[in-house]
């Protein structure tokens, strides 16, 4: 297990301290001006990857309806055109500069019809996944929160379905056991049954926690550290996947208490 952190948590170098790894969340980042890359600030991230010997993965732009979001960083899987395509790019071809092996995707929205949503989200993952090929990197779709009704992939089966569609060794599956809580509404056998079908599917997981159960704030998705929710973290056992475990919470002191409950796993 590679116990790793997303970039929203803190600085680089403070959790460089901390974990082995870093998710480099790129909406978040400062690289773009609107949407064009800062060429200076993209050059002091690679001066920085290149001191250290850090582990790290991407977390490219996707749509964000939060009002911290960028706007101009919005990316619908199932709906993309010339300045989508672009955005994802930059981020698979800088992951492939800086030698990461993962890059973060989103699934889309559904907007309109449900199935053509959906066949323009695989479309356009092929598309994708070809890109990633020509750069070495592998593709991680992530499942999203069923609590919000415009999601694909929420469930494990239409998560696999698209996968299986793609039908490329370069796009396999981000798991987020957040997001798989509240699809399962909090339902422990339910959670279980969904990590076990995902497993063979597994490059890279998320971690925080939730209460299962849709709210105010962000469909219930609240990226809480391990132990504010209810999740029995030890259901990720049944991935028997043994690479990077990414905290994906908001500040330092969570990345610590979670980085104790995923050590105290490997004993």
Known sequence: MIIGASSFASSLPELQKEVESIELYIPKLRLYRGNRLIKERVDELREFISTSSIHTSVHAPYYGDSPSYPEELNVDTAHMGRVQFRLIGESISLASEIGCSVVVVHPGKITGNRDESFTGMISNLRKLASVAEDCGIVLGLENKEG???????????????????????????????????????????????????????????????????????????????????????????????????????????GVRWG?????????
């Open 147 to 253: 609590t919000d009704p415009t999601n694909l992939c929420c469930t494990a089966e239409e998560h696999i379905h698209a996968i299986k569609d793609v039908n490329s060794s370069f796009l396999k599956a981000t798991f987020d056991i957040g997001h798989a809580n509240l699809t399962c509404k909090g339902n422990a056998l339910e959670l279980r049954d969904f990590v076990r079908m995902l497993s063979s599917h597994v490059v890279h997981v998320h971690v925080h926690d939730n209460n299962g159960m849709n709210g105010e704030r962000y469909c219930g998705d609240l990226h809480a550290p391990p132990g504010e929710g209810n999740i029995d973290f030890s259901v990720l056992k049944e991935l028997h996947f043994d690479g990077v475990y990414n905290l994906e919470v908001f500040s330092i002191e």
């Open 259 to 267: 980085k104790r409950m995923l050590s105290s796993m490997q004993r």
